[in-house]
C-alpha cells in the first residue's frame, strides 16, 4: 500500500465529503459499546455507527479524511494504518471495515487481519463490506491510482483465523441499467 496514502489524500482533498448520509450495516450490540471505524474516510460509516449509539472512534490513513471528520464530528480520530493500529490490545467491542480490505493486497492481509484481532475486546465483532469479484466497477478501475482487489466473502473470512462467522453472504443488486453491483459482508465475532 506503499504510495497509497498520498492518493487518497489528493482524492479528500479534491472531493471533500466523497460519501455522506449514513450507511447499513449490522447492530450487535444494540448501540452500547466502543467502536472503531477503520478506514473511516468522509465519515459515513462513523456517522451510522453515532446514530446508533456507539462510543465511536475513526481511523484512515488519509490525514485529509481525519481532518475533515474531526470538523463534523464530536469523536475521537487518529491517523493510521490497518495494518498497525495506533489502539492498545482489546480496545473495542465493534469494529466496521466497509470498503477497506479490498484496497489491501493479500500479502497484507494476515497483518490487517492480526491488528483487527488484537483490538478486539472478547465477544466483540467485526463487519467487513468489500466489493466482490464481478462488481460493476470491476473492470472499470483499470489503470486507477487506487488499488484494488475483490475478494469473496469466504476468501475475506479465510484471513481472521481464530474468529467465528456470525454471517457471510455475496450481495448482489441489479441497477436499472442492468448491470450488477457485488458486494461481499462478513460479521465476525472473537469468542471467548
Not at 459515513?44 to 462510543?55: C, H, N, R, W
Not at 488484537?118 to 465477544?123: D, E, F, Q, S
Request: proline letters at 5%; charged letters at 30%.
Amino acid at each position: 500500500m506503499t504510495g497509497q496514502e498520498d492518493v487518497w489524500d489528493a482524492f479528500y482533498r479534491s472531493n471533500g465529503r466523497a460519501w455522506r448520509g449514513n450507511c447499513r450495516m449490522p447492530d450487535p450490540f444494540g448501540g452500547r459499546g466502543d467502536a472503531l471505524d477503520i478506514g473511516c474516510g468522509s465519515g459515513k460509516s462513523t456517522s451510522s455507527l453515532i446514530d446508533m449509539g456507539y462510543d465511536v472512534t475513526g481511523v484512515d490513513f488519509s490525514a485529509e479524511a481525519v481532518s475533515i471528520c474531526r470538523d463534523r464530528f464530536d469523536a475521537r480520530f487518529e491517523q493510521g494504518s490497518v495494518l498497525a493500529l495506533p489502539f492498545p490490545d482489546g480496545s473495542f467491542d465493534y469494529i466496521t471495515l466497509i470498503h477497506v480490505l479490498e484496497h489491501v493486497p493479500d500479502g497484507d492481509m494476515p497483518s490487517a487481519a492480526y491488528e483487527v484481532r488484537r483490538i478486539l475486546r472478547t465477544g466483540g465483532h467485526v463487519f467487513i463490506r468489500d466489493f466482490a469479484p464481478g462488481d460493476l466497477r470491476s473492470g472499470s478501475r483499470e489503470g486507477s491510482d487506487i488499488d484494488y482487489f475483490h475478494r469473496g466473502p469466504d476468501a475475506i473470512a479465510g484471513f481472521f483465523d481464530g474468529l467465528s462467522v456470525v454471517s457471510s453472504e455475496l450481495v448482489e443488486e441489479r441497477t436499472r441499467f442492468g448491470a450488477v453491483r457485488r458486494r461481499s459482508e462478513v460479521l465476525l465475532r472473537l469468542d471467548p
